[in-house]
């Protein structure tokens, strides 16, 4: 975030002089969006995007009903927790008619996956799947490739480390322009918490030579310690979940759930350092499936064979779901990468 406002008034009014000084400007409004989208279709603002990105998943904690003060829900989410959800889920389904007016003005409209449109629809909004998930709309061909959130942290606890591996991450990976900028942006931007990690979108092909580079990184004392490598549970091949990353598959495949439990007996077999199974992934418990996977870079040639393995079996697993669907995308990615698929003869 560039700047702060404080009242729509005020954003609206940087929005405008940034256009004129023809100057990129993030604007943080402090306010509810329940109550701020609504004024700004009753204004006519008409942005190029309109998503959310709320933990509507979690009425309770993660929504704060319109009119309340965060004093007030603090206190109520202990003393009064159904009047929280009641009033945040009320608050959703403004919210989501909101976006809807949004989609009907022609403004491109989609959820960003925390399950916001399901809330609205328990809620008597019967139209609320009218605008599409994310996913669908703009990340699967991207899925389809098995490419998706690619994460890093340091075990070192050094700072310094994870800025030797983005740029060895830059050399390693010279053409990716999109990679390059988002990895200087983010060494300039984000504050690290907790251990010092990073995370970047790459796929099959890609993520078992960023393994074996870590690794070697750490066996020559290049870094101070092992990296610990995962991704996040927005994956392309590891999750059944039908408001999120499976919405809308060709083949009506949305919420079969083989795929998580596949991907983790693959990545079990691999050589994984940890895998788990686990549900609730960013639109809450009993709506999705996940399986998830770490692996250490500890600079040994038993890494080296299994960091080759996992990192090449779990993004290709993105890329056999999506090709067993149909995708077209899908079957050009596994012939490229010499994925012997049945679907495929």
């Not at 604007?27 to 009753?42: Q, R």
Request: aromatic fraction near 6%; charge should be negative; proline fraction near 6%.
């Amino acid at each position: 975030v560039d700047v702060m406002a404080e009242t729509l008034d005020e954003a609206l009014a940087l929005l405008e002089q940034s256009f004129r000084d023809k100057k990129p400007l993030s604007i943080g409004l402090l306010g509810n969006a329940a109550d701020l989208l609504p004024e700004m279709v009753k204004r006519g603002v008409r942005p190029d995007l309109v998503t959310d990105q709320t933990s509507a998943h979690d009425p309770v904690n993660g929504y704060l009903p319109s009119g309340w003060t965060v004093a007030e829900w603090e206190e109520k989410r202990v003393s009064d927790p159904a009047a929280v959800e009641t009033a945040a889920r009320a608050s959703m389904a403004t919210h989501v008619k909101a976006m809807l007016d949004f989609q009907k003005m022609g403004v491109p409209t989609t959820d960003y996956g925390n399950n916001i449109r399901q809330v609205a629809f328990d809620e008597g909004v019967e139209n609320a799947f009218d605008f599409p998930g994310f996913v669908p709309a703009y990340i699967r061909p991207l899925f389809c490739r098995g490419i998706g959130p690619f994460r890093w942290a340091a075990l070192s606890g050094d700072p310094e480390d994870i800025r030797k591996t983005d740029e060895a991450m830059k050399k390693l990976f010279p053409d990716n322009a999109g990679l390059h900028r988002w990895l200087d942006m983010a060494g300039e931007r984000i504050a690290f918490q907790g251990l010092p990690a990073r995370i970047c979108w790459i796929g099959l092909g890609d993520r078992h030579r960023a393994g074996l580079m870590f690794n070697e990184m750490v066996a020559s004392g290049e870094l101070s310690a092992p990296i610990v490598i995962g991704r996040d549970h927005l994956d392309s091949g590891s999750v059944a979940s039908p408001n999120r990353e499976t919405e809308a598959m060709i083949d009506g495949s949305d919420a079969v759930s083989d795929w998580p439990l596949l991907n983790a007996l693959l990545n079990t077999a691999s050589g994984a350092s940890w895998v788990s199974l686990h549900h609730g992934g960013g639109v809450g418990m009993g709506y999705s499936q996940h399986s998830g996977v770490v692996i250490v870079a500890d600079g040994t040639e038993e890494a080296a064979k299994r960091l080759e393995r996992v990192l090449w079996n779990d993004p290709a697993t993105g890329v056999m779901r999506h090709a067993d669907a149909g995708y077209d995308i899908a079957k050009d990615a596994a012939r490229e990468h010499g994925l012997n698929l049945p679907s495929l003869k």
